[in-house]
């Protein structure tokens, strides 16, 4: 199953997914899934797509769950 949710995100890159409620923790969980793995270079390509949103928090709907600061994926 992992190994299958790393090829769609290997075949779909995340610059040409739709940014709407879920986009920011998704984000996040993906990057994180990335350092995880120990596929830092996926992962780092996903910094340039965060980076605009660093000082916001990434949250699913209305707080159901909140992954934190953006900016603490890479550091800031």
Same mark, same amino acid.
């Given at each position: *199953?992992?190994?299958r949710a790393f090829r769609i995100l290997r075949d779909h890159p995340a610059s040409d997914w739709p940014?709407?409620?879920s986009w920011?923790?998704? *984000?996040v969980l993906c990057a994180e899934g990335g350092v995880r793995r120990t596929d830092r270079?996926?992962?780092a390509e996903l910094v340039p797509l965060m980076r605009p949103w660093e000082d916001r928090l990434a949250?699913?709907?209305t707080s159901l769950l909140?992954?934190?600061p953006m900016a603490s994926r890479w550091g800031g």
């Open positions: *199953m992992r190994e940014v709407n409620w920011l923790p998704v *984000m270079r996926h992962a949250v699913f709907g909140c992954l934190g």
